[in-house]
């Protein structure tokens, strides 16, 4: 592999997709994309890969997803002893 201008041009095009110069500090953006195509480009939140606002909509339906599986887990699972019954006859 050569290392020629247009090799590194492309490289830092490449490496600067994801991210925002302030000054001299560079800024992870938001890799979330919209229906159009475009790119949300706020600031991450937290070290994550999205802004606040993704982030918070993203843990919303990984919750909604768990209890969705917890419920049907409920639904085919066995029914368990009651506790307070005794087994004495």
Known sequence: MEFTREWFDESS???MKNKRKKRSIYFYTCDHTYQSGKRCGRDCFKQESMCQQH???????LA?????????????????PDPNQSNET
Request: proline share 4%; net charge neutral.
């Open 13 to 15: 095009n490449e490496w």
């Open 64 to 80: 909604k997803k768990v209890k969705e599986i917890s419920m049907e887990y409920i639904l085919i699972s066995p029914a368990l």
């Open 55 to 61: 982030w918070a909509l993203e843990k919303n339906a």
